[in-house]
T-cell receptor
Framework: AQTVTQSQPEMSVQEAETVTLSCTYD???????LFWYKQPPSRQMILVIR??????QNATENRFSVNFQKAAKSFSLKISDSQLGDTAMYFC??????????FGGGTRLMVKP | GAGVSQSPSNKVTEKGKDVELRCDPI?????LYWYRQSLGQGLEFLIY????????KSGLPSDRFSAERTGGSVSTLTIQRTQQEDSAVYLC??????????????FGPGTRLTVT
């Protein structure tokens, strides 16, 4: 079974600064996908970014980028130029042929003006 | 296009009553998932439907929980004889076609269930 760990229950960052959220996972699989989801107070889970395990290049989506270290089983999310709208819970998630997402416990991010 | 929709948005029910939660996936998505989000347990997988295949029910916590998907589209999650520990947000997600690497799951807004 896969496990996903987010070691930072809460974080805060000043608007316009950069913040990195940590995620580690444990699996014996070689082919899998990793995701970051954002859940604002509205409750809607929003896909932020995805990474295929077979790709060495780190994924980027505008202000969001990941640092994927496969050997270390680490998958951190960097948010650049933080905005007030980035305030939310962030979940790291693992997917493989088991077909369901396995989520970490989440990190609550507060962006301060 | 339209995203995943769920109804009702909120549901309050008395202990012992049955409830039905509905999910309309994104049109054309073949895979549909139910998850539960609660304070004590985080986000848990419940059940997975893929096309016409038998569903993966491995995450259902008890036989009081069941789900069906009609016509490969709309899904209903039914909880019989509700208990207070069933109180949670129930999230539905759909995915284009996992077998072809299109594995991203898109979530609905959830149904908050409160059992009194």
């Amino acid at each position: 079974a896969q496990t996903v760990t987010q070691s930072q229950p809460e974080m805060s960052v000043q608007e316009a600064e950069t913040v990195t959220l940590s995620c580690t996972y444990d699996t014996s699989e070689s082919n899998y996908y990793l995701f970051w989801y954002k859940q604002p107070p509205s409750r809607q889970m929003i896909l932020v970014i995805r990474q295929e395990a077979y790709k060495q290049q780190n994924a980027t989506e505008n202000r969001f980028s990941v640092n994927f270290q496969k050997a270390a089983k680490s998958f951190s999310l960097k948010i650049s130029d933080s905005q007030l709208g980035d305030t939310a819970m962030y979940f790291c998630a693992f997917y493989n042929a088991g077909n369901m997402l396995t989520f970490g416990g989440g990190t609550r991010l507060m962006v301060k003006p | 296009g339209a995203g995943v929709s769920q109804s009702p948005s909120n549901k309050v029910t008395e202990k012992g009553k049955d409830v039905e939660l509905r999910c309309d996936p994104i049109s054309g998505h073949t895979a549909l998932y139910w998850y539960r989000q609660s304070l004590g347990q985080g986000l848990e997988f419940l059940i997975y439907f893929q096309g016409n295949s038998a569903p993966d029910k491995s995450g259902l916590p008890s036989d009081r929980f069941s789900a069906e998907r009609t016509g490969g589209s709309v899904s209903t999650l039914t909880i019989q004889r509700t208990q207070q520990e069933d109180s949670a947000v129930y999230l539905c997600a759909s995915s284009p076609y996992p077998g072809q690497g299109r594995v991203e799951q898109y979530f609905g807004p959830g149904t908050r269930l409160t059992v009194t």
